[in-house]
């Protein structure tokens, strides 16, 4: 598995963009947002965008089938995070999250079953 794949890629701008989302979206709540919902909502994005950058890099250079299975548990953990973390009424942050969540798991699954089929060729 020493090919690059589109979905290493795909994966890599999601982790940077949910670093930079921090910034560049405004997450505002139906209610005020607390100082511990923002910390939460920033360090969720950071340290997730961060693990999935890293990882996607790793796979572009030496694709390995764990990876994607760590970018798999990465993805649900954010479609799932805002109920898990109580930030359900911030709605850019959620929709910020779930897709890219959503986006990690599709993608990574995809290249699996790429890299799948790719072995059976063989």
């Keep these: 598995m020493n090919e690059q794949r589109w979905q290493d890629w795909l994966v890599a701008l999601i982790g940077a963009w949910l670093v930079l989302s921090n910034w560049?979206?405004?997450?505002?709540?139906s209610e005020p947002l607390s100082a511990l919902t923002g910390r939460l909502i920033f360090w969720n994005s950071a340290i997730v965008g961060v693990v999935a950058l890293v990882l996607a890099v790793m796979s572009?250079?030496?694709h390995k089938a764990w990876e994607e299975w760590v970018n798999i548990v990465l993805g649900l953990w954010l479609a799932i995070s805002p109920w898990v973390l109580g930030f359900t009424n911030v709605r850019n942050a959620v929709l910020n999250v779930t897709l890219c969540g959503l986006a990690i798991v599709g993608s990574s699954a995809w290249s699996l079953r790429d890299a799948g089929q790719a072995g059976h060729a063989r």
Excluded: K, M
């Design 60 to 62: 572009l250079t030496s």
């Design 24 to 29: 560049i979206l405004t997450f505002q709540a």
